[in-house]
């Protein structure tokens, strides 16, 4: 049985997923109970309440809107995210990208609106409609998040907890705490688990939800894969990096621990900016996905079902930054991921910023005003293609292009194509890994067609793209299983010499 947010809202259905306690479900919606006044995910190890008790919910928010508490036995807030925010390309879903990035907590309500094309008004009306709660409500549920993350895996203060989370005083964390959880921020703290064993001064260190199976040597051989010099570091089980924040540099690492889980430490300039960090960080890596729902529908294609025998629980990687995607999407443009990392290493050598974080010297990948002055005499190749990426920085130094998680998937690709310089592959690209889009094909991507043959499918451009149409929504997934299968990128998935990554800061 496969149930997601955006396509299964019977109650029927729902009730028997909160039966059999299925563990998948968690995150994708909520229980709540109204004999009890509590809301649960799907897995809670409670007796099942009666069906004329039981109301469902899209988000905690609506839940919370609607006069419930979480509950403290299976504390829905530290499930994963829903996988729906990407699988739709709604309004909806474009706002829930855009809060969980922090922007009802940097830019307002307004801003989220003039991000999304809609009066605050209308937009109100419409997210109330669709989720149950409008844009105050569900960034409050993010902070409430947030904090509660904050509560149980650091030993920050109260206040900076408070003000991590975005809240804008003690007071209203502490509300806040009380009313989602049903206890003092004391009490959600005395839960903890010490499992991550002593944390550095100054940093912080998480452990991140996931739906398993989750396919952790792809994904960090990916990363290591197309680690900038200078910028990235990848190893078999950790990648670290450091990137821009709205309140400055931040440094983190995800690595796998013992237990096969994934944890965030994290340095930044602003403790503001965790909870736009982990939003993001869990974008990258992809964590919000329904590994079972995938696979489930891959496996049914008897071409595909030993690759996803072979590899359970794969993952698509996201992007921390819109701008800084685009950009290394157009430098990997028809040279091999090896030269694409080479040019950003120069690039970055010589045009990025350094930066303390900790007080460790680093490098942030250039702005693209950087790139947009003085790029062209540092990029190699011929001189159109080196042209067109400085113009595509200009254009994102001076807000004439934007990007980012909020996007309208078609109306983003449009603005892309109509750019010199960048085509189909690039702006497809581009939207698999900046929106998270689950259904991208790229037929013109040399080493997809190679796994392609190597799993017995056609290879040329119109034959791979017509049997791949039976794979939707989930092209993008297919797509990471024809990249393992090429030789060419089978790498990715080999360990390096040594296990032991660069120190990290």
């Excluded at 990025?352 to 900790?358: D, I, K, L, N, S």
Aim: with cysteine; net charge positive; aromatic share 6%.
């Amino acid at each position: 049985m496969t149930l997601t947010a955006a396509d299964a809202r019977g109650f029927d259905e729902r009730y028997r997923v909160i039966q059999s306690r299925d563990r998948r479900f968690d995150g994708q919606f909520v229980t709540a109970v109204r004999s009890t006044g509590i809301y649960c995910r799907p897995s809670c190890p409670a007796r099942t309440p009666k069906e004329a008790n039981v109301t469902f919910y899209a988000t905690s928010a609506a839940a919370h809107e609607a006069g419930y508490r979480a509950c403290k036995r299976c504390l829905p807030e530290a499930a994963p995210g829903s996988p729906a925010w990407d699988v739709r390309g709604d309004v909806a879903a474009r706002a829930m990208r855009l809060i969980a990035d922090g922007v009802v907590d940097r830019e307002g309500v307004p801003g989220l609106a003039r991000r999304l094309g809609y009066s605050a008004r209308h937009l109100g009306r419409l997210l109330t409609a669709e989720l149950g709660a409008g844009p105050l409500a569900l960034a409050r549920a993010q902070r409430a998040h947030t904090a509660r993350a904050l509560l149980v895996g650091t030993d920050l203060s109260a206040s900076d907890v408070a003000f991590s989370a975005g809240f804008s005083s003690v007071r209203q964390f502490t509300e806040t705490i009380g009313e989602v959880f049903g206890m003092s921020p004391t009490a959600l703290r005395a839960r903890r688990s010490r499992a991550a064993g002593a944390v550095p001064v100054g940093e912080i260190d998480l452990a991140l939800p996931a739906r398993g199976p989750i396919d952790t040597v792809g994904l960090f051989g990916w990363m290591r894969a197309h680690a900038i010099p200078g910028v990235e570091v990848g190893g078999d089980a950790s990648f670290a990096r450091v990137i821009r924040m709205p309140g400055g540099p931040a440094w983190f690492e995800v690595r796998r621990d013992a237990d096969s889980r994934l944890r965030l430490r994290a340095r930044l300039t602003a403790l503001a900016d965790l909870g736009t960090l982990i939003a993001r960080v869990r974008r990258l890596f992809d964590l919000d996905a329904d590994p079972l729902a995938i696979d489930e529908a891959l496996v049914r294609h008897p071409e595909l079902a030993p690759a996803v025998a072979a590899i359970p629980g794969v993952r698509v990687p996201g992007a921390m930054d819109a701008a800084e995607m685009l950009l290394r999407a157009m430098i990997g443009q028809q040279i091999s991921v090896a030269s694409a990392r080479t040019m950003q290493g120069r690039l970055s050598a010589e045009l990025g910023e350094r930066t303390e974080v900790g007080g460790i010297p680093l490098t942030l990948f250039p702005a693209p005003a950087v790139i947009a002055e003085r790029g062209f005499d540092v990029l190699r190749g011929p001189e159109a293609r080196r042209r067109s990426i400085v113009e595509a920085a200009a254009a994102l130094a001076d807000g004439s292009l934007t990007l980012g998680p909020g996007d309208d998937g078609v109306e983003q690709r449009a603005r892309l194509l109509a750019m010199r310089g960048i085509g189909p592959w690039t702006a497809d690209y581009v939207r698999m890994r900046v929106l998270g889009d689950p259904d991208v094909l790229l037929p013109g991507d040399v080493a997809a067609r190679a796994g392609a043959v190597a799993l017995g499918l056609p290879s040329d451009p119109a034959g791979f793209t017509r049997w791949s149409d039976r794979l939707a929504p989930w092209r993008s997934y297919a797509m990471a299983h024809y990249w393992y299968a090429a030789s060419v990128t089978r790498v990715w998935r080999t360990p390096t010499p040594t296990t032991e990554s660069e120190p990290a800061p």
